[in-house]
């Protein structure tokens, strides 16, 4: 079973950047999508990021875009996730998934996903 271990997260006043990684064990990712999701308290999980095994194809959420960037190291087994010009509203807990498909990775949140890296946003 893949383990999925998020890093990375912390306190940054907005207009901050952050890095957040995502390594997984277990098994290797390299043929599965890769995505990041985030959920703030009281809200429902939302769909931040996601990045093809090749790399080629990386949908975002509108909330992020031109703000995040995702990107992966198959070497590594690791997920990243660049987030620049940092707003109070992205504020969540911030976890990484894996699935097979993109749909599927959408719908359910990754067939496996980690326990979650917390990102506090202050204004």
């Known amino acids: 079973q893949v383990q999925l271990v998020e890093s990375g997260g912390g306190l940054v006043q907005a207009g901050g950047s952050l890095r957040l990684s995502c390594t997984a064990s277990?098994?290797?990712?390299?043929?599965?999508?890769l995505g990041w999701f985030r959920q703030a308290p009281g809200l429902e999980r939302e769909f931040v990021a996601a990045?093809?095994?090749?790399?080629?194809?990386?949908p975002y959420a509108d909330s992020v875009k031109d703000r995040f960037t995702i990107s992966r190291d198959n070497s590594a087994n690791t997920v990243y996730l660049q987030m620049n010009s940092l707003k109070p509203e992205d504020t969540a807990v911030y976890y990484c998934?894996?699935?097979?498909?993109?749909?599927?990775?959408?719908?359910?949140?990754?067939?496996?996903r980690g326990q979650g890296t917390q990102v506090t946003v202050s204004s």
């Open positions: 998934a894996v699935d097979s498909g993109l749909r599927d990775l959408r719908a359910r949140g990754g067939m496996y």
């Open positions: 277990g098994g290797t990712v390299d043929n599965y999508w």
């Open positions: 990045i093809s095994w090749t790399g080629y194809t990386r």
